[in-house]
């Protein structure tokens, strides 16, 4: 139990050094974006939010098509608990989306390809944990829910490949996005950066929310068998 304690704690204090250094980078290191100015600067937070909402989606998919395979609760008790961290995630990038948006598009909302699939795919996973907490039978809406988190996945790609296939508003990607979509080198460091930095803040939120889910089921086995 100690051990366990002591690596949760190692990977919080990893997650902080990086988030300061992330906050510095976007915030001192990374040059004034010339055309929007400072607002600009939301972008190494809006893409960072995304990649990590797509990671944790994934990783539902993923633990639910083994859940179904194997019936093992803890596939499950993974699934769910990456389901909570994208959503959070997800609600980042929608939020600070239209903040970015507001002084570049002067509106905050248009029913862009990206925009609306990123608000879909809101929807699908927020409609997930729904399914999860009212349905009766916990063991049936656990396969529900793991099917309908296996289908809702097919929506990432979508939302990745929208400023591809449709003509939209949404800048164009900055990584392998073709000619013009190239930053200045210490924009795709700070960028880059993040990316790494988020992906360590995901991975320490899913083994603390895991954690926590993992010890719920446990107190309750211990209720029942009393």
Not at 132 to 142: F, L, S
Not at 157 to 173: D, E, F, K, N
Not at 185 to 193: A, D, G, I, Y
Request: proline share 4%; hydrophobic share 55%; charged share 10%.
């Amino acid at each position: 139990m100690n051990s366990i304690r002591s690596s949760h704690l190692v990977l919080i204090i990893l997650t902080f050094i990086v988030i300061e250094i992330a906050l510095y980078l976007s915030f001192l290191y990374a040059p004034t974006e010339s055309t929007m100015g400072d607002v600009q600067r939301i972008f190494y937070f809006h893409v960072p939010s995304a990649w990590a909402s797509f990671l944790a989606f994934f990783i539902v998919c993923a633990a639910s098509i083994a859940f179904l395979r194997t019936g093992k609760a803890h596939w499950d008790r993974l699934a769910a608990s990456s389901a909570e961290i994208g959503v959070l995630f997800i609600t980042i990038v929608l939020l600070t989306g239209p903040l970015w948006a507001k002084p570049v598009w002067n509106v905050y909302w248009t029913w862009d390809a990206r925009l609306t699939t990123s608000l879909v795919l809101w929807l699908i996973y927020i409609a997930y944990l729904m399914v999860r907490n009212y349905t009766t039978d916990p063991e049936r809406g656990a396969r529900f829910a793991a099917v309908f988190g296996i289908i809702g996945f097919i929506d990432v790609p979508i939302v990745y490949m929208s400023i591809r296939w449709w003509r939209t508003l949404h800048p164009a990607p900055v990584i392998a996005g073709g000619e013009g979509s190239g930053l200045a080198p210490e924009m795709f460091r700070t960028l880059m950066f993040n990316l790494f930095a988020f992906s360590i803040l995901f991975i320490t939120l899913l083994v603390l929310s895991y954690r926590i889910s993992t010890l719920e089921k446990q107190l309750q086995a211990l209720k029942h068998q009393s």
